[in-house]
Structure formats: C-alpha cells, structure tokens
C-alpha cells in the first residue's frame, strides 16, 4: 500500500481477523475485495454470492417495476430463489384481478429490481440490504419452468401448501447482485 498522509488503524474483517490499513484524513481504504473501510465504521459490499445466498434466506421482497411510461410501482412479494433467477406467483391472497399492474409493467418494460433488508431500530450496525437487478419475464402456470417455480413457493412457505398458487409466475433473471452492510457480515435471518 502506498505510504500517504493519514493514520494506520486496525480494523476488523468479518471471520478473518484483521488488517492495518493507512487511512488518508477523512478518506476511504480498499483493503479487500468488496469491502471498504471509512475512518470510523466498516462497511462491507458482499460478494455477489454472499449476497445472493443472505437475499434467498429473507422471507419477503419488495419488487419495482415501471410501466413505459416509467411510473414506478413497489409491492412485497413472496418470492423463491433458484440460482440468479427469483420467482414469485400470483397467489390466492384477495385481489381484484390477477391481471396485476407488475405483470403489465414487466411486459412493457422487463427491468426490475427486487429489495430484501433487515432493519433494527436499537442497534444500527446490524442494518443491511440486498438488491437483486434484472430482467423480468412472466410465465403462464402451465409452463414447466412456472410449475417448477410453484413447487419451490410451495416448498418454502407453509400457507402454499394449503393453497397452492394458481400463476402466472414473475421469474426476474438478476444480472447485478448489490449490497451493503453496516457492520460487516452478519449471519443471514433465520429461515
């Protein structure tokens, strides 16, 4: 590392002890892939996989669409993760239609982004995110990757297998697995 003006500090890395690093005044430190360090708190941007991984063991997402107009639209979902691709259905949970604004949205424009977090009001350096960017599709019921898909929901959340979800299916490709931290990695929700 380059000798600059600043201080050496020791600071922690989440399950792998630590590192002195030379902190210019007021600035930041790359000390290890996907991790970077500011003058008094750590944050850590987890690997694509470690985020993938704390996103799939959160129990509710929230999905953004836009229609072509581009006027925003959030819901939470229920969702599964299969690799880099997130799906969640229409369920039996009331509705009006199952003709749903997302679905329309993605039809006419397929970026989306899904957002999983953990918030604690009494202690901060426990909050994280997790955003899942991507491409959206929407599979009708009867196709064998939508039926795959059902059974992984079913598989994951108890009130489907009383009622399983009749679709169609949202199936959102992730190209870019984003994340933060305030205090390092943490153990992902209990499941």
Known sequence: ???SAGRVRTLPIAG???VAVRLPSG???VIAAGTVCQDRRMHVRQTAATARDRFAAA???RLATADAGGRPHLVPVTFAVAGDTVYSAVDAKPKTT????????VAANPRVALLVDHYDDGDWSRLWWVRADGAGRVLDAGEPEAR???DLLVGRYPAYRETRPAGPVLAVDVDRWSSWSAAGAHEPPEA
């Open 16 to 18: 792998s002890g630590s």
């Open 59 to 61: 129990r509710v997402a």
């Open 148 to 150: 795959r898909a059902i």
């Open 1 to 3: 590392m380059p000798r």
């Open 27 to 29: 600035g930041n430190a």
């Open 98 to 105: 199952t003709a749903l604004r997302r679905l329309a949205n």
